[in-house]
């Protein structure tokens, strides 16, 4: 089945404990990207990635690294967390960057105490 | 920078009544437009796209298509049903330099369906 899974579904930490939610896509896409969902500001792109190797920011990538090793994979790296990064995240991953699908996980809810 | 403005909710219809949901744009280029839909407790799923100027996408009795004179591209569907209650989500990809392209998302409209 072709789909976008991420892990963990939900987390609760405390601020500044290093933390990494997986992204892996089993389509062969080559664009991948992170949102942030909050309520009231819909969905905020993080950081995306074009192709392996190539990543770029997004409108709200302060507090966050990624890294595109492989092409299924796309790790959300929160070096420090802090309260301020509460939030629903969501992984997504189309064929290109320009027009096409974007096929979304399920989701992480992470919060951070 | 590029930013997608979609009209606020939430918005509450009876069944059977005509839908519309506004969403205005502003990139520089020529973007692709889409609407996601995200049911409760889900992920966002395409629900439609356009991807040039005066394209309609359409799914599921849902339309949209796409100004560019207006900059705009409403959802609208002639008779809502109790399971298109969710939060429409408007978007647009545009390319942000270097190859490379940017996904911008309005701030989603709750639609609830009453029988």
């Known amino acids: 089945e072709a789909q976008v899974t991420q892990n963990p579904r939900y987390l609760i930490t405390v601020t500044g404990k290093k933390l990494t939610v997986t992204c892996s896509q089993n389509m062969n896409h080559e664009y991948m990207s992170w949102y942030r969902q909050d309520p009231g500001l819909g969905l905020r792109q993080i950081y995306y990635?074009?192709?392996?190797?190539?990543?770029d920011k997004g409108d709200v990538p302060e507090g966050y690294k990624v890294s595109r090793k492989e092409k299924r994979n796309f790790p959300l790296i929160l070096e420090s967390p802090s309260p301020n990064q509460t939030s629903l995240y969501f992984c997504?991953?189309?064929?290109?960057?320009?027009?096409?699908?974007?096929?979304f996980g399920p989701g992480t809810r992470l919060t951070v105490t | 920078g590029n930013s997608v403005t979609q009209m606020e909710g939430p918005v509450t219809l009876s069944e059977e009544a005509f839908l519309t949901i506004n969403c205005t744009y502003t990139?520089?280029?020529?973007?692709?437009l889409f609407w996601y839909v995200q049911y409760p407790g889900e992920g966002l799923q395409l629900l439609l796209k356009a991807t040039k100027a005066d394209d309609k996408g359409s799914n599921k009795g849902f339309e949209a298509t796409y100004r560019k004179e207006t900059t705009s591209f409403h959802l609208e569907k002639g008779s809502v049903q109790v399971s298109d209650s969710a939060v429409y989500f408007c978007?647009?990809?545009?390319?942000?330099?270097?190859?490379?392209?940017?996904?911008?998302f309005g701030k989603g409209t709750k639609l609830s369906v009453i029988p």
């Open positions: 978007a647009l990809s545009a390319y942000s330099g270097a190859g490379s392209y940017q996904l911008t």
């Open positions: 997504a991953s189309s064929l290109r960057g320009d027009g096409y699908e974007q096929y």
């Open positions: 990635s074009m192709n392996v190797e190539v990543t």
């Open positions: 990139a520089t280029g020529y973007p692709s």
